[in-house]
């Protein structure tokens, strides 16, 4: 029977958390130590239940988890409650509601599908611009884990009883199939996308059923003391190489995954060697150990107070001197957080003397993160409504900018969209497209939205191109309601509509290929895209890849065509700067000249292409000397580049008037 403590796996605990904590801080990389944890976990989770099994231990699954989750959610929830502390007195308002979003993501184990659609680049280089909370997917995949594993062996427990079956033959071939299913998975889904599989809790799985069958089959080797102090060391000089020789930022969670994990798996068959030359001795080293028991606080700690650190500081990453202020601030958290809070509230007795009593335990630790979580958003919703009730008469948006504007607006107007929901502002219709505007499985299946109705639309509109196509339906959405037409989308972001070889990244040309194939499928009576593209802080506005060869193309068809200017584009967020210096500030009104030139891009075409139509609406984003970052009380951008949907949508009057006047089309 196994120990029920071995101090080398608490060592390799350590080594694997210091792994973590250095290559996030001092090398913006990732290490393989997250999978390591992730390993360990199902190894220790397997000795458990298989010597209850042993035993003949009743196991009562409800207890387990209530226990477990007790001793979890205490440090959890405290670095929550501290980390929203922090966001409120460092982090930029704009990134409050995300925060707050993926604050509930953590507390509650699923920030690894919430990062997994937010499809977020977990080896972005600027830790700045990340999630304070974003490290907890790893534990969200390990406590969705922790609900799953239990069962199986519980399931497993009562068919070897039942079949008379051996329990751990069982487990082999249960664990084995997940481990060979999972690996298959893994490998696909990270060579197709791996930005979302790393968040995957399907690409994950093989990682915890290696150490589950590494915990089956350990009873049963026989390796020689000189092959395990041999194994011992390999396995460790393999787990702290890989995040130097292996480039993870393309390749994890796939195959290469299984070099940090058979690494830690050498590791945990050398065991305890009896040698003076094992690295058993070195992991068993009391500092080291000890480490191990602050290895999931420190976890905990690093990356927000890393994350805050280099917000606070407009760094994007930390030096050797401020990187090694970070760790020493992580590690001292770490040890009062284990010393005052987790060992505390696990040793407590009072819960575990009834299931109720460990429920109201439970609860009690996850209130220290509720109560801010809950009452700061509705704090920030209050707000919010407050101003919106006064929105036509203090916040007129692009109205402003129309000749004869007169203010009308309270002098303590507040702007919106409120700084806390600026980063979702973002333009969006209906809902998905149903019907004959389906465009079935596919790569176009979650990239198509539609209006609801009307059933005879007097025209059916269709928007394509990248998010900057997208930021004009706020507009586009209260004009075609207003004449009667159906308008949908099929929008990409990051990729321009265009016609094949138009020098468009790799993922662009099969996406806009679906496309070709979607608008011969619903033929809309006009598509409606952006004909430029500015440049960041610059007047170097071009026309958009092969705008001209599709005009020319669709209006052959009979569909017009409405190509929109494209809007300026920054090299800095320009709302966060009105927050920073203030609206009146000339860094967040620059040069009309500075961000796009006098004449647009598009002027040879206009006239030249019968069915095509251009706007240009850069008065209403822009005075005739600048073009400012807040307008008529309103956030224009949402961020260096973009519209934000509430101010955009303040333009669907000039909007409506003017593609009426170029399209020659009727109104209802």
Known sequence: MEKSFRPEIQGLRSLAVLMVVAYHVWFGRVSGGVDVFLMISAFLMTLQFTNKFDRKTPVDLLRHWLH????????????????????????????????????????????????????????????SQASPFQHFWSLSIQGQIFILWPLIFVAAALLARGFRLRYRGLLLYIFGAVFAVSLTFSVYHTATNQTQAYFDTGTRLWEFALGSLVALVLPALNVSRQSRVWLGWTGVAAMLAC???????????????????????????????????????????????????????????HWPVLVIYLIWSGKDHAGWLSGTAVVAASLLLAVLTTRFIEKPWRQWAWPDARRRRAIVAVLAAGTIAVVPLSGWKYVLDQENRTLVLKA???????????????????????????????????????????????????????ACGQTKGPEKPAKKILVLGNSHAEQWMAALAPVAKKNNWLLYYVLKGGCVYAPPASGLAVECEPFNREVDKYVAQTKPDAIVTVATAASPSSPAERLAPGFEQLARQFTADGIDVVGIRDNPRFKQNMAECVMSKGASDPACNPARESVLPETPAFSPLIGKIAGLSLLDMTDRLCTETSCPAQVGNMFVYLDDNHLSATYAKTMADVLESRLLAATGWHGR
């Open 68 to 127: 477990l989750f007790r001793r979890l959610l205490p440090p959890s929830a405290v670095v929550i409650a501290a980390t929203l502390l922090a966001t409120f007195l460092f982090v930029p308002k704009t990134r409050w509601t995300a925060i707050i979003e993926q604050g509930w993501a953590s507390l509650l184990y699923y920030q690894n599908f919430l990062l997994k659609a937010q499809a977020v680049d977990y080896y972005a280089g600027d830790h």
């Open 243 to 301: 995040g130097l020789v292996l480039n993870v930022e393309t390749a994890f969670p796939g195959f290469i995954a299984l070099w940090p994990i058979l690494a830690a798996s050498a590791v945990i068959v050398a065991g305890q060697t009896g040698s003076r030359y094992g690295v058993d001795r070195l992991l068993s080293f009391g500092p080291l150990v000890k480490l191990g028991d602050n290895s999931f606080a420190l976890y905990l700690w």
């Open 392 to 446: 036509e008469q203090n916040n007129p948006g692009s109205k402003a900018l129309a000749p004869g504007f007169i203010d009308k607006a309270d002098a303590d107007a507040g702007v919106l969209p409120t700084a806390d929901r600026l980063s979702k502002d973002f333009a969006s219709l209906d809902g998905p497209c149903e019907g004959p505007l389906a465009p079935g499985p596919g790569l176009l299946e979650k």
